[in-house]
């Protein structure tokens, strides 16, 4: 005796969808298909959406951080000025008691030097 194997009964072509109509299997598989592009658009939409935002991010960030650098060389030049101003005060004193302050401190500067060397 014989056993019925797969396929047998059934006819040709019908294979895929366990004995249901063509018309129902090609309906399900059109809405799959719809859904599947409906899902790809959506999906390329959150693509676009989520560039635009790494974009727009990285552009405050760079704003903010030239905002930041701005307010740093504004203060960096108020001290520079300072300096510059105090240097000029230094100038139109005595130029031999600077030039002995300046002797002084490096004599200091070099015997501080050699005293650290010798205690290695």
């Given at each position: ?24 299997y ?47 060389f ?9 300096t ?37």
């Amino acid at each position: 005796m014989r056993r019925a194997g797969l396929g047998e009964g059934v006819p040709p072509g019908n294979y895929g969808n366990y004995g249901y109509g063509n018309s129902g299997y090609n309906a399900c598989e059109e809405e799959n298909e719809r859904l599947t592009e409906s899902l790809k658009s959506k999906v390329t939409a959150i693509k676009s959406v989520s560039i635009s935002l790494v974009i727009t991010y990285k552009n405050q960030k760079n704003k903010l951080i030239a905002i930041k650098l701005d307010s740093e060389f504004d203060s960096t030049t108020g001290f520079l000025g300072k300096t510059m101003g105090k240097l000029k005060i230094l100038s139109r004193g005595s130029q031999t008691k600077l030039l002995c302050y300046m002797m002084l401190f490096s004599f200091f500067v070099f015997f501080v030097i050699y005293w650290i060397i010798k205690l290695r």
